[in-house]
């Protein structure tokens, strides 16, 4: 009965300090592990994608606007990896994020219009950085190691940069990516768009039942489709929820993701996937990977980002409650 109710003390007192994190990441269970690649082949979006072979966990919406913010007031006080663009302070496309002080005492904020907006001018060293933040129990926990070992790199190529093993938060890999948006699930093959559909979205702000509804670029050409603003509210279109329940892998904002797409004597160009605000339909389709290339330091109003969290195998977490009661018994012994 002892060791039970240490158990139960063990994993209660790992829920607090999960609870007492500054920055919570709503997310959805991503399983069917070992699902078929997509078997369709597409210009510049070779077949086999959207196979994941372990369960995991990805943001049910694309990092906002406050979140970030929060890890600016955080990590960035006097910016050393250069976290901060003075453009996501823009009201109209940006993240309305705005910065006070000087080096070494600088403070963020963020218009409470834009606080469960998507950020923006992102670089992909900004999304590894903030994953890193996030596996490393956010507050004062590095953004230079963990997921990715970074060490200060801002630069364009990075090619050898990627996730390290025993990940706990990461951007998301392009087929994990992949597979939330388009993966219907048991075998049943992949959508062509992440809404559920083969229809190409409307731009319904109101998004009736059956939705399948985002945030683009198209008729009747008008930006922006919310009252003055590009971007829309993380899960505005409430009824066009992706297979897994994501929402806005269609739109919205086109989102970093791990792969390298192209590789040159000088750059290496990280991936991005699902069209934003300024682009038209097509760039939401399953079909399209990239419609052109970025290297990992560009920073731009449509481009934000997504993380995804590893799941730990029931062996994994048995093993983690038993050294945690393993260690209170010590404790108690010693007394």
Known sequence: MKKVFLVMAALALLGLSIAAQAVTIATVPVGNAGNAADSAAHSGNPAGQGTVGYNYNIGKYEVTA???????????????????????????????????????SYTYSVASAFVNRPVNYVSFWDSCRFANWLGNGQGAGSTETGAYTLNGYNGADGRTIQRNA????????????????????????????????????????????????????????????????????????????GPYGTFDQGG??????????????????????GGSWSDYFDTLRASVRNHDYFTPA?????????????????????ALAGGLVGLLGMRRRRV
């Open 166 to 241: 025993g990940a706990t938060w990461a951007v998301t890999s392009e087929d994990e990516w992949y597979k939330a948006a388009y993966y219907k699930g048991g075998g049943g093959g992949y959508w062509d768009y992440p809404t559920r559909s083969n229809t190409a979205p409307g731009q319904n702000m109101a998004d009736p039942l059956p939705g399948n509804n985002a945030n683009y670029y198209a008729a009747p050409w008008v930006w922006p489709i919310d009252s003055g603003k590009y971007t829309t509210v993380v899960g505005e279109f409430q009824n066009s929820d």
């Open 298 to 318: 560009i920073e731009r109003s449509e481009v934000g980002f997504r993380v995804s969290q590893v799941v730990p195998e029931p062996s994994s977490f048995i």
């Open 66 to 104: 406050g979140q970030y913010t929060d890890f600016l007031n955080a990590k960035a006080r006097t910016d050393t990896y250069a976290l901060y663009n003075t453009e996501m302070s823009n009201t109209s496309w940006g993240s309305g994020i705005s910065r006070s002080g000087s080096p070494g």
């Open 252 to 273: 919205n904002m086109f989102e970093w993701n791990e792969a390298i797409v192209y590789q040159d004597a000088t750059s290496a160009y990280r991936g991005r996937r």
